[in-house]
């Protein structure tokens, strides 16, 4: 039985309160980078789908896409996209796996994923200095911020749901707010407040907060930096026309030989 990391209720209900006085700023980063990306692939996608949390930031930059929201069931028709996007919703996910093979399942052959996620470098600052303040007020911890996949972690999840190509790379980003409560603000206006099934249910008393704040490393000016560490998952269904590896036994030198000739400096010459 797959782990239920998420409370939904409760992200549903951060995500509707963000609406009130939105952030979305990295939500509109991920599509730029997604527009830069499509740029790149010499393909016109007719039929594109969007997993996302806030269809607002999609409705009008993929005209004719089927926006569909981020539930454990994703409403996608199989084979009906030669595009999908998951748009920066997988890291909230119970099972990511599942929703990897749901998208893969939804694209027609030849199509393509992008999936866009919170990687494992977010928020380093505020986990170290939360974890640090609790375990001195309390003696212990508790489920405060979402754990998040690194990405050498994240291309062979691309594999197992089968999808070929598989590519991950990280978009590093810095936002400088004034201070922790800044911060805070900034995170319930994005709907990241913590919605982890596990969590307290209890209000976190204020002198946690205040030492959080004295712990979390300042910037030369006073400020603070906080970091967003975008992951880029990219992969295709499975076609005839897709380059394939070579077949084990194929390579015209073997491991053994190329390792040899490194240690020797015999190196094979390369044409050209």
């Given amino acids: 039985m797959t ?8 992200l549903l209900r951060h995500r509707a309160r963000a609406l009130r006085a ?11 980078e997604v527009d830069e990306r499509l740029n790149e692939v010499n393909r016109r996608f007719t039929s594109p789908a969007v997993v996302t949390g806030f269809p607002q930031v999609w409705q009008d930059r993929l005209p004719g896409a089927k926006i ?9 028709d199989p084979g009906a996209h030669d595009l999908v996007i998951h748009a920066l919703a997988l890291h909230w996910a119970n099972d990511p796996v599942g929703q990897l093979v749901q998208c893969r399942r939804a694209l027609k052959p030849d199509g393509l994923f992008l999936g866009l996620m919170f990687g494992g ?13 609790e375990s001195a007020i309390t003696g212990g911890l508790s489920p405060r911020v979402l754990p998040m996949a690194e990405i050498r972690d994240l291309g062979a999840l691309l594999q197992r749901a089968g999808l070929a ?6 978009i590093p980003r810095e936002v400088i ?5 800044h911060l805070m603000h900034d995170l319930r206006a994005m709907g990241e407040a913590n919605a982890l099934h596990d969590r307290l249910r209890r209000p976190t008393s204020r002198a946690l907060f205040a030492k959080a704040a004295a712990l979390y490393p300042p910037r030369a000016d006073g400020r603070i930096a906080a970091t967003f560490e975008i992951i880029c998952l990219t992969g295709w269904a499975p076609h005839d026309s897709q380059q394939k590896p070579l077949r084990p036994g194929s390579a015209a030198q073997s491991l053994a030989d190329a390792l040899a000739a490194a240690r020797t400096g015999n190196l094979p010459k390369r044409d050209g």
Avoid: G, M, N
């Fill in 3 to 10: 782990p239920i990391l998420t409370d939904r209720t409760a």
């Fill in 22 to 32: 939105p952030a979305l700023f990295l939500h509109e980063d991920a599509a730029a």
């Fill in 68 to 76: 569909v929201p981020d539930a454990d069931e994703l409403a996608l």
């Fill in 121 to 133: 470098r977010t928020l380093w600052e505020l986990r170290a200095a939360l974890a640090e303040a």
């Fill in 165 to 170: 190509l598989p590519v991950a790379d990280a």
């Fill in 177 to 181: 707010y004034r201070d922790l409560p």
